[in-house]
């Protein structure tokens, strides 16, 4: 609706400068056209003007040689008629053959607004004598009556404004009715195409003059929708394959670390054995790990892991993750400073507590994973008027420009050293993101204040 209603005020719009730029077009054609018609003296002005210069000198009426001149040049002729005896008393030479000598009051007062034998004339007076000029035919058009009453002449300009307005308002409705169909396929086309983007099937029925648009529309989302679905398949396909060929590693995987124990318990082992098996087991639970994580990244990524929300503290669920890492012995290599301040005892959202913890713990291992030589683990917590803010940080050996930059803008976080097959910030800092994505936050990766790692998660907090 909200497009049609747009659409329709532009329409108004254009249509209203439509008609001032026509109005105004049309002012400036009158006005060339007025300026072709319109002679640089009025014939009335004229008239007054030859009258002026008309004398009585030494018994008769004379004109001046330039005037003269000038009356033939246009072809205008004069008399000069007598007000007692109404005869004619004086005339210029060019004075047609037709026209009377003597005339009555009752030819004077038709004549004084209109022709004298189709000649337009003008009158004036010349002491008590009466002027006229006449004009030559078809030159000028004179009312022969002109009685109108002065509140008619007085609205004119108002009724001409009413006029305009209800003609604007005329076509306007003309148009509206004439084109209702058109609006009305006009707003199933829109919504339409406002919801080919959706997942929804969309369908326009295909009539009225748009039918052939209606047409595409639908061939389009009927095109999508297959294409929609043939990803879902392929997704849905890969996720039962990772976690297939998951199950399928696992077996294995279980049997080799189980006799690699056994083997480890024997009596008769030298050192190089001992070290050759705790390597295999080493690896071997590396394994595991990817394997998990590779099946839970697919989850998260295609919307198939268990989401369980509720309210909880977040500075308590970091507190149970970092003694849950200080109980497995962690290398004294990798102690874990805890900075959050004292006064910040809680500071709530509602999350998947299992997630968060996961995330957290990627994100220490992260840092125990690349630091071989060791580093120690800050982690502290802190919020914001809308967020709860989890960091983690190292001062290791951190990351160069290049990784950052990977880091936070490549889709997957999937960056590899080029140096070495082992992968670099890879599939647990994608599960973090998953993660915190899942529950609408926020993750951002920098260098850390210590001269390592950092980096920060935003969870919106209740």
């Known amino acids: 609706m909200k497009s049609i209603l747009k659409l329709i005020r532009r329409f108004i719009i254009t249509l209203i400068l439509s008609f001032v730029l026509l109005l105004f077009l049309n002012i400036f054609l009158y006005g060339l056209w007025i300026v072709k018609y319109v002679s640089k003296e009025p014939p009335m002005d ?20 330039e005037m003269t001149a000038d009356l033939k040049k246009q072809n205008i002729w004069a008399i000069l008629i007598d ?15 037709d026209i009377p000598k003597e005339y009555s009051i009752s030819d004077i007062a038709i004549f004084s607004h209109a022709y ?53 308002i005329f076509i306007f409705l003309i148009y509206i009715i004439s084109n209702s169909k058109l609006l009305s396929s006009v707003n199933p086309i829109i919504k339409g195409i406002q919801n080919l983007p959706k997942d929804t099937p969309v369908h326009v029925k295909e009539k009225g003059v748009l039918s052939e648009l209606a047409k595409s529309i639908n061939k389009t989302s009927e095109i999508l929708q297959n294409q929609r679905e043939q990803l879902r398949n392929k997704d849905t396909a890969r996720a039962n394959w990772i976690a297939g060929v998951s199950h399928d590693i696992r077996t294995p995987l279980s049997m080799i670390m189980g006799y690699t124990s056994q083997l480890k318990t024997s009596l008769n082992l030298s050192d190089e054995t001992d070290k050759k098996l705790s390597v295999i087991l080493k690896q071997s639970e590396r394994i595991k790990n990817l394997i998990n994580d590779l099946n839970l990244a697919s989850k998260l990524e295609y919307n198939m892991q268990p989401f369980e929300q509720k309210k909880e503290n977040l500075v308590a669920v970091v507190r149970q993750v970092i003694v849950d890492f200080l109980n497995m012995d962690i290398d004294e290599k990798f102690p874990i400073e805890w900075k959050t301040k004292n006064e910040l005892v809680s500071c709530f959202a509602n999350i998947d507590s299992n997630l968060i913890k996961r995330a957290l713990a990627n994100l220490i291992q992260n840092s125990i994973n690349h630091n071989e030589n060791g580093c120690i683990i800050y982690i502290s917590v802190k919020e914001d008027e809308k967020n709860c803010i989890i960091c983690v940080e190292d001062n290791g050996t951190g990351v160069s420009d290049k990784e950052l930059e990977k880091l936070n803008n490549a889709p997957h976080y999937m960056v590899c050293d080029k140096n070495t097959t082992e992968q670099r910030h890879g599939l647990g800092l994608l599960i973090v993101k998953q993660i915190i994505d899942v529950h609408n936050g926020k993750v951002m990766m920098k260098y850390s204040e210590y001269g390592g790692f950092k980096v920060i998660l935003k969870i919106p907090k209740i």
């Open 46 to 65: 004229y008239t007054f003007k030859v009258a002026s210069m008309l004398k009585f000198e030494n018994g008769k009426y004379t004109l001046p040689d």
């Open 83 to 97: 007000n007692d005896s109404k005869k004619v008393i004086w005339q210029t030479d060019n004075l047609p053959d």
């Open 116 to 168: 004298i034998k189709n000649y337009p004339v003008f009158t004036s007076k010349v002491e008590n004598n009466l002027l006229v000029l006449g004009y030559p035919k078809n030159s000028y058009w004179k009312y022969p009556v002109a009685n109108w009453k002065y509140g008619l002449v007085k609205n004119i300009p108002k009724f001409l404004l009413i006029l305009f307005c209800l003609n604007i």
